[in-house]
């Protein structure tokens, strides 16, 4: 049984290369909601959006976000109403905000909404939000505190961040079934994401942390930092303002108190080295998926690599 922890782009990708390696019924995926908001009345989850879309195949390989070939009309006449148009939500992908704000308005949870959803899509792995609750992603920065669609999409994260907090989740549960899954795993991925505001939101909802330290499952994390620098977006900017190094050693320190591996870039083996001295386990592969294989072969990696007894695990790679 695998459990993934997971935000929205680099997690979808890694994802896509597991769910062809992985039997379905084996794999639950544990998803940041950190990201959600109401737009346009409706509620939209982001990060649940992207995993749903990428295992039912409908995924934007060009946007990595929102349905593939869809189109935008609704938005253009949101516009010509007077609306905000800065969050593209695609026609084919409102059907889905319009089902998921109708389910919870008829008094569903996120949870269920989600199960719903997935079933409608043919997906057959476990789909989960981290809570029932909602947890938000906010981003303090001089222009003031934003939500992270705001940062992130409107403002396209050009503003100078001084913290990240997450409202709400100390109130917050993690949705059923979250926590039996974290126990449960064999293995427990932390999928490429942004530490501060993909993960970091998941942990923050309590128990979960706490889960990972004492699962007995194995704890592998892929690192979303190759030499030295987010590989898309804002990681490396928060991570630093977060009191982190931006490095491999940043990631694993993030991670420190439940990870039993970290999963580094061939490019950073030198910082692996390093970083094997303070006792971390660390395997170097290839980990930058430009190409579909490129998913498929880091699932394998980092699988293989999390299941071999820990001392085959210090072994480096070589491309
Ligand atoms: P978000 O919710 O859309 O921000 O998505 P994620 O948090 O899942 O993904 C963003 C993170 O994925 C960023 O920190 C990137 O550095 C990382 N990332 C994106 N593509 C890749 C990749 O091909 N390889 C690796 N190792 N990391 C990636």
Redesign the pocket.
Known sequence: MITVL?????????VDGLRQIVRPEDLTIIV?TG?DLLWWGLYVS??LD?IAYMLAGKLSQER??GVKSDTFFCLHAMGQLGQPTWFHAGDRDLATHVFRSKLLADGKTLSEATAEIASRLGIKARVLPMSDSRVETRVLTPAGDLSFEEY?VQRWYQDPVESVRFAGASDAEPAPGVIEAIRSADLVLL?????V???APILAVPGIREALRESRARIAA?????GG????????TLMAAQGFAVSIAGVADFYQDFLDLLVV?SEDAPAAEELRKTGMRVHCTP????KYE??IA?AKSALDAAMQPPSAQDAVERP
């Open positions: 997971t935000g929205g782009t680099g997690g979808a990708k890694f940041n990201d982001p990060d992207s990595g976000w992130f999928a490429p994401s942004n530490p505001t993909s993960i892929v690192s979303p930092i190759v620098a987010a590989v898309t977006g804002p990681a490396g870039d980990t930058i998926m430009r490129d998913r880091l």
